[in-house]
């Protein structure tokens, strides 16, 4: 999990934070397969479930770490909607492209700030991300087992407008944060 973060040219220029995502955290995913075969070569597919991660946002002044990095914590109500193109069965083997678009939610994306913990930014819950992957299709004796990379990219700027009383410098500092998340994916079926 990562953000794609656009950092405040307006602050910046006043000397002041600049932020940064310096450590990617792995995570994990569960969904269900859902799949719909309209054709010998497409598929759609729908894949509910639910993921779990979190990105660490690192702050610097004058290339100097900031204090107090702020530890974003995710967990996704995911519904992604995606369509699925199949090459040729060679032997047991079969390469796919997939592609769509998958709803988020963030469960926990907080409404009001925390006075227990020094997370000074807060994301917005609800975000649409484009997907794009490709993977490959074994079938086996009993099952067939997917291996398939995808790329997760949000649409929306999720950071919120409003900024944590008393440290206003970490809000300020980001003009736009979208997420992006990087998924290996193991598909039983």
Do not use: C
Request: charge should be positive; glycine fraction near 6%.
């Amino acid at each position: 999990m990562d953000f794609n973060i656009t950092p405040s040219q307006t602050y910046l220029a006043s000397d002041s934070l600049y932020p940064e995502v310096s450590q990617l955290n792995p995570g994990i995913n569960i969904q269900i397969v859902t799949d719909l075969r309209p054709g010998k070569y497409f598929d759609i597919r729908f894949l509910p479930g639910v993921s779990f991660g979190q990105r660490i946002v690192k702050y610097y002044k004058n290339q100097v770490p900031y204090p107090v990095p702020q530890r974003l914590e995710s967990s996704f109500l995911e519904f992604p909607l995606l369509l699925k193109y199949k090459g040729e069965r060679l032997n047991n083997v079969r390469p796919y492209i997939v592609g769509g678009l998958n709803y988020r939610y963030d469960l926990a994306g907080k409404k009001e700030f925390d006075d227990q913990k020094p997370v000074y930014i807060r994301i917005k819950r609800p975000d649409l991300y484009y997907e794009m992957g490709a993977g490959l299709d074994f079938y086996l004796s009993y099952f067939k087992l997917s291996v398939e990379l995808k790329m997760s990219n949000g649409i929306r700027d999720i950071i919120v407008e409003e900024s944590f009383p008393g440290h206003p410098e970490y809000r300020n500092a980001i003009e736009k944060m979208k997420s992006q998340i990087w998924i290996l994916a193991f598909h039983f079926e």
